[in-house]
């Protein structure tokens, strides 16, 4: 069984045709999927197709573009939907300073409160990093004693030497279409380090859509792609892979029930 550890169906581009989509998935094999939140609102939209739809579950959270206009009514919503039989992360929070950095600090604060609300319910952090690692890593080593339940770099696209530091922190590092993309040698060498039993699969649906399927609508019917680019880096076969991802989502994600 696949997993897509990180995608989001309320997106317009997938919402419209949610059931196809779970159709979809559930005929490649895909079991698990954990559909993500950005904001107060579609963190309630994820959990309620969380509720709909077998085998799929959801994280609560504040993503770092999404800080700007957020308030603390939307943190203690986030706190109210991570008590959700279904909520299996935080997430996802983080920090991006790509499009705008004026918001720099409040990204910060935001980063760290919702950090701190993962380690009080006990749920692993679902973690979106760009163009701002250094001040991530930072944070994430001055809260490493909040990180019991663990977490997860999303869609991870720093050097190897940085995932050695966050393996030391107890994060799993995930991989979805950026692996699969013949400019993404960084992303690859990263994929042939990381220990077995510390590497996610996701797709960022509807984005990075993975090769062959690059530059189309993203589905979570498409994990099985990432999951064989991963075994060929790697030198192994796709069901090792299939099988560990299984095994690592188990245990960092502890209130999935399959
Ligand atoms: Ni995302």
């Given at each position: 069984?696949?997993?897509?550890?990180?995608?989001?169906?309320?997106?317009?581009?997938?919402?419209?045709?949610?059931?196809?989509?779970?159709?979809?998935?559930?005929?490649?094999?895909?079991?698990?999927?954990?559909?993500?939140?950005?904001?107060?609102?579609?963190?309630?939209?994820?959990?309620?197709?969380?509720?709909?739809?077998?085998?799929?579950?959801?994280?609560?959270?504040i993503?770092p573009?999404d800080v700007k206009d957020a308030r603390?009514?939307?943190?203690?919503?986030?706190?109210?939907?991570?008590?959700?039989?279904?909520?299996?992360?935080?997430?996802?929070?983080?920090l991006?300073?790509?499009?705008?950095?004026t918001f720099a600090e409040k990204q910060k604060e935001f980063f760290v409160r919702?950090?701190?609300?993962?380690?009080?319910?006990?749920?692993?952090?679902?973690?979106?990093?760009?163009?701002?690692?250094?001040?991530?890593?930072?944070?994430?080593?001055?809260?490493?004693?909040?990180?019991?339940?663990?977490?997860?770099?999303?869609?991870?696209?720093?050097?190897?030497?940085?995932?050695?530091?966050?393996?030391?922190?107890?994060?799993?590092?995930?991989?979805?279409?950026?692996?699969?993309?013949?400019?993404?040698?960084?992303?690859?060498?990263?994929?042939?380090?990381?220990?077995?039993?510390?590497?996610?699969?996701?797709?960022?649906?509807?984005?990075?859509?993975?090769?062959?399927?690059?530059?189309?609508?993203?589905?979570?019917?498409?994990?099985?792609?990432?999951?064989?680019?991963?075994?060929?880096?790697?030198?192994?076969?796709?069901?090792?892979?299939?099988?560990?991802?299984?095994?690592?989502?188990?245990?960092?994600?502890?209130?999935?029930?399959?």
């Amino acid at each position: 069984m696949f997993v897509d550890s990180h995608c989001h169906l309320d997106d317009e581009k997938l919402k419209g045709d949610i059931e196809k989509v779970v159709a979809e998935f559930k005929a490649a094999n895909v079991g698990i999927v954990i559909d993500i939140g950005c904001d107060a609102e579609t963190s309630e939209i994820v959990k309620e197709q969380a509720e709909r739809f077998n085998g799929v579950y959801f994280a609560a959270g504040i993503h770092p573009m999404d800080v700007k206009d957020a308030r603390d009514a939307d943190l203690d919503k986030i706190a109210e939907l991570a008590a959700h039989p279904k909520c299996v992360a935080i997430g996802e929070i983080g920090l991006d300073y790509y499009w705008d950095k004026t918001f720099a600090e409040k990204q910060k604060e935001f980063f760290v409160r919702q950090i701190e609300l993962a380690s009080e319910v006990k749920l692993p952090i679902n973690i979106h990093i760009r163009d701002a690692m250094g001040d991530a890593v930072e944070i994430l080593k001055g809260n490493a004693d909040k990180l019991v339940s663990g977490g997860v770099m999303h869609c991870y696209s720093g050097s190897a030497e940085t995932a050695k530091e966050l393996l030391k922190l107890g994060l799993y590092i995930s991989f979805g279409g950026t692996v699969t993309f013949k400019n993404s040698r960084k992303a690859q060498e990263v994929a042939a380090i990381v220990p077995i039993n510390r590497i996610l699969t996701e797709t960022d649906s509807p984005y990075l859509a993975p090769e062959p399927k690059r530059g189309t609508v993203n589905s979570p019917k498409n994990i099985p792609f990432v999951v064989s680019k991963l075994a060929e880096i790697r030198g192994t076969d796709a069901g090792a892979i299939e099988t560990a991802v299984y095994n690592n989502t188990l245990e960092l994600f502890k209130k999935i029930r399959i």
